[in-house]
């Protein structure tokens, strides 16, 4: 088992730069994909950004390219999502997922286990 824990969310005014952060335990010792995921409401849950093992290959959704960062910190089990110039639409619960079978994943489908998610609401 794998369990995520998120953090970093809440009410930010358009324009600003938040970080999420998650913290990973349980199967610490396999080499797992990581990523973030959002769900807005009355909306399908969409990848935002994702993380290969050794943090070399990351993927991002078109909407978030050039504003968001994700990385991570092996050594402490925990990865980021460095988030600016937020806008309205970036609302959503931000959820941190795990793929402990590949090293590296953009596909949501492939991806067992999940935080309870964080909120964040853009203000304008």
């Known amino acids: 088992q794998v369990q995520l824990v998120e953090s970093g969310g809440g009410l930010v005014q358009a324009g600003g730069s938040p970080r999420l952060s998650c913290v990973v335990s349980?199967?610490?010792?396999?080499?797992?994909?990581l990523g973030w995921f959002r769900q807005a409401p009355g909306k399908e849950r969409e990848l935002v950004a994702t993380?290969?093992?050794?943090?070399?290959?990351?993927n991002y959704a078109d909407s978030v390219k050039g504003r968001f960062t994700i990385s991570r910190d092996n050594a402490n089990n925990t990865m980021f999502l460095q988030m600016n110039r937020l806008k309205s639409e970036d609302t959503a619960v931000y959820y941190c997922?795990?793929?402990?079978?590949?090293?590296?994943?953009?596909?949501?489908?492939?991806?067992?286990?999940w935080g309870q998610g964080t909120q964040v609401t853009v203000s304008s």
């Open positions: 349980g199967r610490t010792h396999d080499k797992y994909g």
């Open positions: 993380i290969s093992w050794s943090g070399g290959t990351t």
């Open positions: 997922a795990a793929d402990p079978i590949r090293t590296w994943s953009p596909t949501l489908t492939e991806y067992d286990f």
